[in-house]
């Protein structure tokens, strides 16, 4: 393997000089909140569809996603193809009804939907989710630059940090979306050059099917149990999670063709991630069966060298230069999904938090200050999260796996159903997140269950609640007694499943307290049933008529003449922005070749720069003429509405 040079420090440093060139570039467009948060609804729906597939990859694909792909072999592959199938599901169940909802985010439709309760409930839940999760994904950057360069891990860390926050900070989520297609480009041709010259190394992906065991639905990587029912989960939470997950890149298209067209795209591109992210790690366990003698992965044995099997591909393959576009890539997914969740958790904090609660006569310029206030702070938090997440033995995939699934479920249910389900009462969304959280937490920290039993229950009984609780509250009204005999057969029959299947202990609590809690919380689900049902009887005629309207909005579609091009929204042009920087940064990449080529390196960075300029031309040519098709249907529409 080689060590990376002076040529690879060169690309990384002038991929961050140009990811802060973007974002200078959109500060001068953002004038107001609505810009900043969603594009003023102009951003073109292959933009937004290449930004929602690359808000799901960072450094953690690379290195947690890699070593657990090198650990479970074909179980992994499985699971990376659930992504494709169910993002193209859920868009095309929720993409229409939140482009009707006009909504930004998510906890910005709860309001609306619900109530003031559930839209900052909901907000703390949704932001600590995504933070912890970036505190993860930055970790991992650490984790892998740091060894690779010679760097200090926490220098990483923090030079990392600042610079994905101060692009996001300036231009956000025309920045974030620009700089994604971009990102997208240098990553997708990074790793279709690596995945075959992997497979050559073990004589194609005959050879390595032979190579490997059948594919097994048991699993236990570091210390945690993976079946399954972990795949099927995993599924559940992302297909339900799409309208929350990608409510920001629906609203910023300017209609509902569009809005599906971005989840079509984002499923689309999802297909390539079984082959480019999956087989690499793969070539390695079959070259590299025992990393423990291997001398690029000695000084992390303990620490799970796995993780870096990836790069240690790259190291092998690539030439000097090349690295550095790989390392680049690497920054690039991570600065990618980190910045789309500066992006929207700044959002939630401003406009639902801030504007919402504290200072609601807050103006539009106004929150666009606050945004970027917190998204510094944001920033500050994710970098110290990281630089914890980083030397922790519970490894990088199992962190990103713990808050996923028991984050998400509680959160899904309302927002995905809340579209679907016109008499559930307002307190019904409350209901199901503290049911949700409760359950997950009591089975997977107090009784020790796999993640796959532990999303299954916490579904049913977060589905459960939120689906009858018109029900239960009109038996609150008539029945008092009926409702207080399910409460108890309720908590009776969680207390028996609870108590009689405690599999471990992974808080390490006394036994004694364990078996307390496995009660305790059959007992809140139980009594909270009846506070909650009071909760959903006080609705009244009124309030079901703020619904009623709700649901009336999302029986009309989008006005496109009158709410989007009628808003005199600028019509900015991305095609030949991004075409043509695809273009340069390809033909730069051809300075490489002034550099000491290994035999086999030169035509590997000949396709790469081929793919590059190819691809930047098709988007100049082909997105001009779609811009000019668009610019006459703005001045078309913006007519009709004056």
């Given at each position: 393997m080689k060590a990376v040079n002076i040529y690879d420090y060169l690309v990384v440093v002038a991929y961050f000089l140009f990811m802060l060139g973007i974002g200078l570039y959109f500060m001068?467009?953002?004038?107001?909140?609505?810009?900043?948060?969603?594009?003023?609804?102009?951003?073109?729906?292959?933009?937004?569809?290449?930004?929602?597939?690359?808000?799901?990859?960072?450094?953690?694909?690379?290195t947690g996603a890699a070593g657990f792909a090198y650990a479970t072999g074909w179980f992994a592959i499985l699971y990376f193809a659930t992504w494709s199938v169910a993002y193209y599901v859920g868009s095309q169940i929720t993409a229409s009804k939140w482009r009707r909802t006009r909504s930004i985010s998510p906890v910005e439709y709860t309001y609306t939907r619900f109530n003031f309760t559930t839209q900052q409930f909901l907000s703390l839940v949704i932001a600590t989710n995504f933070t912890l999760s970036a505190g993860v994904q930055l970790a991992a950057t650490c984790k892998l630059l740091a060894p690779v360069m010679g760097l200090d891990i926490t220098m990483v860390a923090l030079v990392t940090g600042v610079v994905i926050l101060l692009?996001?900070?300036?231009?956000?989520?025309?920045?974030?979306?620009?700089?994604?297609?971009?990102?997208?480009?240098?990553?997708?041709?990074?790793?279709?050059?690596?995945?075959?010259?992997?497979?050559?190394?073990?004589?194609?992906?005959?050879?390595?099917?032979?190579a490997l065991p059948a594919v097994s639905f048991d699993h236990t990587y570091n210390g945690v149990h993976y079946t399954e029912h972990w795949l099927i989960s995993i599924f559940i939470i992302m297909c339900l999670g799409t309208a929350a997950g990608a409510a920001q890149r629906f609203y910023s298209v300017k209609d509902e063709k569009d809005a599906k067209r971005v989840g079509k795209l984002a499923g689309g591109l999802f297909l390539t991630v079984p082959l480019v992210f999956g087989v690499p790690p793969l070539v390695a366990k079959v070259i590299w069966p025992d990393l423990s003698q291997i001398d690029f992965f000695k000084p992390y044995v303990g620490s799970n060298p796995q993780d870096l099997v990836f790069i240690g591909l790259c190291l092998k393959l690539l030439p000097n230069g090349l690295?550095?576009?790989?390392?680049?890539?690497?920054?690039?997914?991570?600065?990618?999904?980190?910045?789309?969740?500066?992006?929207?958790?700044?959002?939630?904090?401003?406009?639902?938090?801030?504007?919402?609660?504290?200072?609601?006569?807050?103006?539009?310029?106004?929150?666009?200050?606050?945004g970027r206030a917190f998204s510094v702070a944001l920033g500050l938090i994710v970098t110290t999260l990281a630089i914890i997440?980083?030397?922790?033995?519970?490894?990088?995939?199992?962190?990103?796996?713990?808050?996923?699934?028991?984050?998400?479920?509680p959160v899904v249910v309302p927002t995905a159903f809340g579209l679907l389900f016109r008499?559930?009462?307002?307190?019904?969304?409350?209901?199901?997140?503290?049911?949700?959280?409760?359950?997950?937490?009591?089975?997977?920290?107090?009784?020790?269950?796999?993640?796959?039993?532990?999303?299954?229950?916490?579904?049913?009984?977060?589905?459960?609640?939120f689906s009858t609780s018109y029900l239960t509250g009109q038996l609150y009204r008539t029945r008092k007694g009926l409702l207080g005999l399910i409460a108890l057969v309720i908590a009776l029959v969680m207390g028996w499943l609870f108590s009689t299947t405690i599999i471990g202990n992974p808080l390490e609590l006394d036994?004694?307290?364990?078996?307390?809690?496995?009660?305790?919380?059959?007992?809140?689900?139980?009594?909270?049933?009846?506070?909650?049902?009071?909760?959903?009887?006080?609705?009244?005629?009124?309030?079901?008529?703020?619904?009623?309207?709700?649901?009336?909005?999302?029986?009309t579609p989008i006005d496109v003449a009158r709410e989007v091009f009628g808003a005199g929204k600028k019509q900015i042009s991305t095609f030949p922005l991004?075409?043509?920087?695809?273009?340069?940064?390809?033909?730069?990449?051809s300075l490489i070749f002034l550099t000491d080529i290994p035999g086999g390196g030169a035509p590997i960075l000949g396709v790469m720069i081929t793919i590059m300029v190819v691809f930047g031309a098709a988007m100049w040519y082909f997105g001009k003429k779609s811009e000019i098709r668009t610019a006459a249907q703005y001045e078309q529409k913006t007519g009709e509405a004056g």
């Open positions: 001068k467009i953002n004038k107001s909140g609505k810009e900043y948060f969603a594009g003023g609804s102009m951003i073109p729906w292959w933009v937004s569809g290449m930004t929602l597939y690359m808000a799901n990859f960072s450094a953690w694909t690379f692009y996001t900070f300036m231009g956000g989520l025309w920045a974030v979306s620009v700089t994604d297609v971009v990102q997208g480009v240098i990553l997708l041709s990074i790793t279709f050059i690596v995945m075959p010259l992997a497979l050559d190394l073990v004589g194609g992906p005959v050879k390595l099917i032979e690295i550095g576009v790989f390392l680049a890539a690497m920054l690039a997914a991570t600065m990618s999904a980190l910045s789309s969740v500066y992006n929207m958790v700044s959002s939630i904090m401003s406009r639902d938090i801030y504007q919402g609660w504290v200072r609601p006569e807050t103006t539009d310029v106004e929150l666009l200050k606050v997440f980083v030397n922790s033995q519970f490894g990088i995939f199992n962190w990103m796996q713990a808050f996923f699934t028991l984050l998400n479920i008499r559930v009462p307002k307190w019904s969304a409350v209901a199901s997140i503290t049911w949700g959280l409760i359950v997950g937490v009591t089975a997977r920290y107090i009784l020790g269950w796999d993640i796959g039993p532990q999303v299954y229950l916490a579904f049913v009984m977060t589905f459960g609640i036994p004694d307290l364990q078996k307390a809690l496995a009660y305790i919380s059959p007992l809140i689900l139980g009594a909270s049933l009846v506070g909650f049902a009071r909760l959903f009887a006080l609705e009244t005629e009124d309030q079901r008529k703020v619904v009623e309207e709700f649901f009336k909005k999302l029986d991004v075409g043509s920087t695809t273009i340069v940064i390809g033909l730069l990449m």
